[in-house]
């Protein structure tokens, strides 16, 4: 009753909900917990009052947008500091977030699963003081759970990457044993208070209505909304087509709706979805895309034009009806040739995936035997009444599921795979973080400073020669710097979204990709042209005249490595094929990966068949040159024992090796007059930053790198710093 009293204080309710209670006092006493509650049985307060009461910051991740801006505005009301960053948040807002968090402006800040682990984030996240981190959507961490996303298989790092373990609270309305079992598994919950509210909703009414075409159920609809005037309601459709189709025919009939799908643009989303919060429009016409987590109580029915692809999206869907408890109607309208909408999706799905090929055939398994269990629960449904059609719900979840193919000891070592692989994505780039950061922490010992210099002939000069045919940007080097890192992992082909997703992680991506910098699709675009260019670009490395101090055995007789800057072969749209390892990569593999530098006298970047002179291209193309080198080191094949050379993922249990460099450039806009202004303050810092370093005996060497500017004459353009290391 105390913790009633208490809790009135911040939230205006009457008494706890199904296991409100027993979940927030868990939390507090700072026990893992696992809720599996139904839609409206507030799951919300369960972790919004224990942010009052723990010192620090509550971390929530949770993958809908719309839902945090909601959540941030409602606390908000209720005078509980709070902020939300997604994709949608500028840069310059998303900044002064970070910076609030710090000084303890927040007690809950929402993210998104795929900035929790960006380097930017990370070094803010070491700064809090995280007292609980919640996982809404929960059932997206496991791989067999509905709606699948690998942004939440990274949640594990984050608390290696920042040293702290908070407690874990995760939510979710759907989520079978095998599921349940595996995200704890998953996110490492130590002995989790386990709550499942089960999956009755006594106040939804269930039908499924069997209908011989398109026409019927449209005649069905009209006929349910005429008994329904003045209520909200949510209208489930498979494809977008019949989105725009049923949103047409409605608006002709002067019917108050709107309509909802992925492909829209995030300011269009967003007006649809706030008239149909607040009433403007009663009706949403929608895919599968609208409705986790929307905060709506007075939706009074929801129907299904289309069946759902399983029933656990079923259940999902129909859980947005009835959240403030008050009696909803839910009506599923089958045809039999519905299946075919799905099973041609599944195909469609399982060809583009870019997943390995016993991945891709376990989850195909899947997802037909989820496919035939909602078929048949259509199927069935028509003889059934409310009360056995949520029975036959309830056993799928709870029975069924136990004899899943995902159960068999052939997918757990896949799925085991396939998580250790989604779990290192970020880590390359997360261990490449800027050496001047590592040495400014006082971390490392400092030591006699050893340069290997690989491929010397007389003269000491370096025998790397590039022909490049095509200016490469900072862009294109980061895009072949996520393909070099696809190889590594062994895959065959490659996907512009799997790139895309590799950039997000890397704190060099955030330079400006070109003009294109409005959403995913224009990056993939982008994307897709700086791969072509790169096809095109020619690299050779010849150490025929010279020696390499290091040398594996199977390696002795290659003395000159040529071929494509990224060997690539485009198949079908959107796949590209690696042919061979990159020459950039066996060299690495010959120098053992050691830093190695290459002299402007040999470094040329070319442009429109003009050689340019030594510039911030230059210094580019060198910074990412001596970065892949960091990623390759030696193994013992595991029979004879003899070296050889192959290039080494880094995973989380690896300490990579430590870079000895780092390259300080700027690009400059604006006036000549501003410009000028400009480089005269970036000399100015580039000798504040050398002294800095000369004044704690970090540096073992530097060179002030001299180039000709867009002002036509030669400046200081940057700094090549060599540091101690161990």
């Known amino acids: 009753m105390e913790l009633l009293k208490d809790v009135q204080k911040y939230f205006p309710i009457k008494e706890f909900r199904f296991s409100q209670k027993q979940i927030i006092e868990q939390i507090l006493s700072g026990r893992d917990v696992l809720a599996i509650l139904p839609t409206g049985a507030g799951k919300s307060l369960c972790y919004q009052y224990p942010v009052l009461k723990f010192p620090g910051i509550t971390l929530v991740i949770s993958p809908l947008i719309a839902l945090m801006e909601d959540q941030t505005k409602h606390?908000?009301?209720?005078?509980?500091?709070?902020?939300?960053?997604?994709?949608?948040?500028?840069?310059?807002?998303?900044?002064?977030?970070?910076?609030?968090?710090?000084?303890?402006?927040?007690?809950?800040?929402?993210?998104?699963?795929?900035?929790?682990?960006?380097?930017?984030?990370?070094?803010?996240?070491?700064?809090?003081?995280?007292?609980?981190?919640?996982?809404?959507?929960?059932?997206?961490?496991?791989?067999?759970?509905?709606?699948?996303?690998?942004?939440?298989?990274?949640?594990?790092?984050?608390?290696?990457?920042?040293?702290?373990?908070?407690?874990?609270?995760?939510?979710?309305?759907?989520?079978?044993?095998?599921?349940?079992?595996?995200?704890?598994?998953?996110?490492?919950?130590?002995?989790?208070?386990?709550?499942?509210?089960?999956?009755?909703?006594?106040?939804?009414?269930?039908?499924?209505?069997?209908?011989?075409?398109?026409?019927?159920?449209?005649?069905?609809?009209?006929?349910?909304?005429?008994?329904?005037?003045?209520?909200?309601?949510?209208?489930?459709?498979?494809?977008?087509?019949?989105?725009?189709?049923?949103?047409?025919?409605?608006?002709?009939?002067?019917?108050?709706?709107?309509?909802?799908?992925?492909?829209?643009?995030?300011?269009?989303?967003?007006?649809?979805?706030?008239?149909?919060?607040?009433?403007?429009?009663?009706?949403?016409?929608?895919?599968?895309?609208?409705?986790?987590?929307?905060?709506?109580?007075?939706?009074?029915?929801?129907?299904?034009?289309?069946?759902?692809?399983?029933?656990?999206?079923?259940?999902?869907?129909?859980?947005?009806a009835g959240r403030d408890g008050e009696e909803s109607e839910c009506v599923l309208y089958y045809t039999p040739s519905d299946a075919g909408i799905f099973q041609g999706m599944i195909h469609t799905q399982f060809q583009e995936s870019p997943y390995e090929k016993e991945i891709k055939d376990i989850i195909f398994q899947l997802a037909e035997k989820r496919l035939q269990s909602m078929v048949s629960y259509a199927e069935a449904g028509a003889d059934m009444n409310s009360g056995k059609l949520m029975e036959r719900i309830q056993h799928y979840f709870l029975e069924s599921s136990k004899k899943d193919v995902t159960l068999t000891e052939h997918a757990d070592r896949i799925q085991n795979e396939f998580v250790r692989k989604l779990q290192t994505v970020d880590v390359l780039y997360t261990n490449e973080t800027k050496v001047s950061k590592m040495i400014r922490n006082g971390t490392y010992q400092c030591e006699e400073n050893n340069t290997v210099l690989a491929g010397e002939y007389h003269g000491q000069k370096k025998m790397v020669d590039f022909s490049l045919d095509q200016r490469l940007d900072y862009f294109d080097l980061m895009v072949a710097d996520a393909v070099y890192t696809l190889s590594v992992w062994g895959k065959e082909k490659i996907y512009p979204k799997n790139i895309l997703i590799l950039l997000s992680g890397d704190p060099e991506a955030s330079m400006k990709p070109a003009s294109h910098t409005k959403d995913a699709s224009d990056k993939r675009k982008c994307i897709e042209e700086s791969l072509e260019k790169m096809m095109d670009t020619k690299i050779r490395i010849d150490r025929s005249r010279g020696k390499i101090g290091f040398c594996f055995p199977d390696e002795e007789d290659s003395l000159i490595l040529e071929g494509r800057f990224l060997p690539l072969e485009k198949e079908g749209k959107s796949s590209y094929r690696i042919l061979e390892t990159p020459p950039l990569y066996r060299y690495a593999e010959l120098t053992n990966g050691q830093f190695f530098t290459i002299p402007r006298e040999i470094l040329c970047v070319w442009s429109q068949g003009k050689k340019m002179p030594n510039s911030i291209e230059n210094l580019k193309l060198k910074h990412f040159l001596a970065r892949r080198l960091l990623l390759s080191k030696p193994y013992r094949a595991r029979f004879s024992g003899k070296q050889m050379s192959r290039i080494v993922r880094f995973i989380h249990e690896k300490n990579h090796r430590r870079g000895m460099f780092e390259i300080l450039s700027l690009e400059l806009d604006g006036s000549k007059y501003l410009k000028k202004r400009k480089w005269n303050l970036l000399a100015e810092k580039v000798r504040e930053i050398l002294e800095y370093y000369q004044a704690k005996n970090q540096i073992a060497g530097y060179k002030m790198i001299i180039g000709e500017t867009d002002l036509g004459r030669n400046e200081i353009i940057g700094i090549e710093l060599q540091y101690y290391y161990n």
């Open 75 to 320: 606390l908000k009301e209720l005078n509980i500091p709070a902020a939300c960053l997604n994709k949608d948040v500028p840069g310059k807002e998303r900044r002064q977030i970070l910076l609030d968090a710090v000084e303890g402006k927040y007690k809950l800040l929402f993210i998104s699963p795929e900035r929790l682990i960006s380097p930017k984030f990370i070094r803010i996240a070491k700064k809090l003081k995280i007292s609980l981190l919640v996982v809404d959507e929960v059932h997206c961490t496991s791989l067999w759970g509905y709606d699948f996303r690998p942004e939440y298989l990274k949640i594990p790092r984050f608390f290696q990457m920042t040293g702290s373990r908070p407690v874990i609270a995760g939510f979710t309305a759907t989520a079978t044993e095998y599921v349940k079992n595996d995200v704890i598994r998953l996110l490492q919950m130590n002995d989790p208070f386990i709550v499942n509210g089960g999956y009755e909703r006594k106040n939804l009414s269930l039908s499924v209505k069997c209908c011989k075409s398109s026409a019927g159920k449209f005649r069905s609809i009209y006929a349910f909304l005429e008994k329904h005037e003045r209520q909200s309601g949510i209208i489930y459709c498979a494809s977008v087509d019949n989105v725009m189709r049923v949103y047409e025919l409605l608006k002709r009939k002067k019917y108050k709706v709107t309509y909802y799908y992925g492909e829209l643009n995030e300011e269009e989303k967003k007006k649809n979805y706030h008239s149909f919060l607040h009433n403007e429009n009663l009706i949403m016409v929608s895919t599968n895309a609208f409705g986790m987590g929307i905060d709506k109580g007075d939706i009074r029915f929801v129907l299904h034009f289309d069946m759902s692809k399983d029933l656990e999206g079923y259940y999902q869907e129909i859980g947005r």
